[in-house]
């Protein structure tokens, strides 16, 4: 089926997937980002704030943006990594396809050679984004064309739209260490059997579960976050004094937006010359008769 690609208001080329059921998926070019999920009720399920610059070589402020070879601060490049800022093109050579009941765009990045000056590897980075009824997955796969060995941390930066952040918890998190980015890194053990929400958070928790579920009471309506190749999951929300901070965020965004991302932190993933890293993220929503405590496997 060929692929549906608009130009959008701001110039950007974005890809829109549908499916039958009525729900669909856009996701641009630069950035290779998701920047819309909406389910069969034409509902949006991402935040984007509506500050968002939509100029490159500025990172756009919701979606899906991908966080490599770094994650926030840690290490020598700009804050995230250069991908979620680039240009990326289609791949014309994608691993098997999927099965026909899935609507899919197959993107690669490749280092131009002013990357290479502040990233001095070679690599390719793949993106396949598939959309069937009530689920998003995203296969990130990123495969060493250098002639030695590499190591990258990588995310996915999953900005959910919630009604209200007060009312929403996150389970499966319970129990595990997690690091504290706003106490220095310090390490800490998740004592409460939910997460919940009332002030600016910024963790990364470690060794999570496959699965994690983020509930939203007030929409009556749960994501499952199920993810493979990334065994850490980072929760950030500004709150109201960050989110003022921020130029590209409103100032009350932070009420209704909830990051929890897929990410390999801790423990950088290393390749050696031609191999390859592939990881697996699906989103999916439930109806909240989904009740706490039935976080199954």
Same mark, same amino acid.
């Given at each position: &089926?060929?692929?549906?690609?608009?130009?959008?208001?701001?110039?950007?080329?974005?890809?829109?997937?549908?499916?039958?059921?009525?729900?669909?998926?856009? %996701?641009?070019?630069?950035?290779? $980002?998701? %920047?819309?999920?909406?389910?069969?009720?034409?509902?949006?399920?991402?935040?984007?704030?509506?500050?968002?610059?939509?100029?490159?070589?500025?990172?756009?402020?919701?979606?899906?943006?991908?966080?490599?070879? $770094?994650?926030?601060?840690?290490?020598?490049?700009?804050?995230?990594?250069?991908?979620?800022? @680039? &240009?990326?093109?289609? !791949?014309?050579?994608?691993?098997?396809?999927?099965?026909?009941? =899935?609507? +899919?765009? #197959?993107?690669?990045?490749?280092?131009?050679?002013?990357?290479?000056?502040?990233?001095?590897?070679?690599?390719?980075?793949?993106?396949? %984004? +598939?959309?069937?009824?009530?689920?998003?997955?995203?296969?990130? @796969?990123?495969?060493?064309?250098?002639?030695?060995?590499?190591?990258?941390?990588?995310?996915?930066?999953?900005?959910?739209?919630?009604?209200?952040?007060?009312e929403v918890r996150v389970e499966?998190?319970? /129990?595990? #260490?997690?690091?504290d980015n706003l106490m220095q890194?310090? @390490?800490? /053990?998740? $004592?409460?059997?939910?997460?919940?929400? #009332?002030?600016?958070?910024?963790?990364?928790?470690?060794?999570?579960?496959?699965?994690?579920?983020?509930? !939203? =009471?007030?929409?009556?309506?749960?994501?499952?976050?199920?993810?493979?190749? &990334?065994?850490?999951? %980072?929760?950030?929300?500004?709150?109201d004094k960050k989110a003022k901070?921020?130029?590209? &965020?409103? #100032?009350?965004?932070?009420?209704?937006?909830?990051?929890?991302?897929?990410?390999?932190?801790? /423990?950088?993933?290393?390749?050696?010359?031609?191999?390859?890293?592939?990881?697996?993220?699906?989103?999916?929503?439930?109806?909240? +008769?989904?009740?706490?405590? $039935?976080? !199954?496997?």
């Amino acid at each position: &089926m060929p692929l549906n690609i608009v130009r959008d208001a701001n110039g950007l080329r974005r890809i829109i997937l549908t499916e039958p059921n009525g729900s669909s998926a856009e %996701v641009l070019l630069y950035g290779g $980002q998701v %920047v819309s999920w909406k389910n069969e009720r034409r509902e949006e399920l991402l935040f984007l704030s509506k500050k968002t610059s939509w100029k490159p070589p500025k990172a756009i402020r919701g979606g899906i943006p991908i966080c490599f070879p $770094q994650i926030g601060n840690l290490g020598v490049l700009e804050r995230h990594g250069f991908p979620r800022n @680039r &240009m990326w093109s289609l !791949d014309r050579d994608p691993f098997p396809l999927p099965p026909a009941n =899935h609507s +899919s765009v #197959d993107l690669i990045l490749r280092p131009s050679d002013e990357d290479l000056k502040i990233w001095p590897r070679s690599f390719e980075l793949r993106l396949r %984004v +598939s959309l069937t009824a009530g689920k998003l997955t995203l296969i990130p @796969r990123v495969r060493n064309t250098d002639n030695k060995a590499f190591s990258f941390t990588f995310g996915l930066c999953n900005y959910l739209s919630v009604s209200d952040i007060g009312e929403v918890r996150v389970e499966g998190l319970e /129990t595990l #260490d997690y690091l504290d980015n706003l106490m220095q890194r310090e @390490r800490f /053990t998740e $004592q409460a059997d939910a997460v919940t929400f #009332d002030g600016e958070i910024d963790r990364v928790y470690l060794s999570t579960p496959t699965k994690i579920a983020i509930i !939203d =009471h007030e929409k009556k309506r749960t994501f499952e976050l199920r993810k493979e190749g &990334m065994p850490d999951a %980072v929760v950030w929300n500004p709150w109201d004094k960050k989110a003022k901070a921020l130029t590209d &965020m409103g #100032d009350e965004d932070y009420k209704t937006m909830l990051c929890v991302n897929s990410a390999a932190v801790e /423990t950088p993933i290393v390749l050696k010359p031609s191999e390859e890293w592939k990881g697996r993220q699906e989103l999916s929503t439930v109806s909240s +008769s989904y009740c706490s405590g $039935q976080l !199954d496997p």
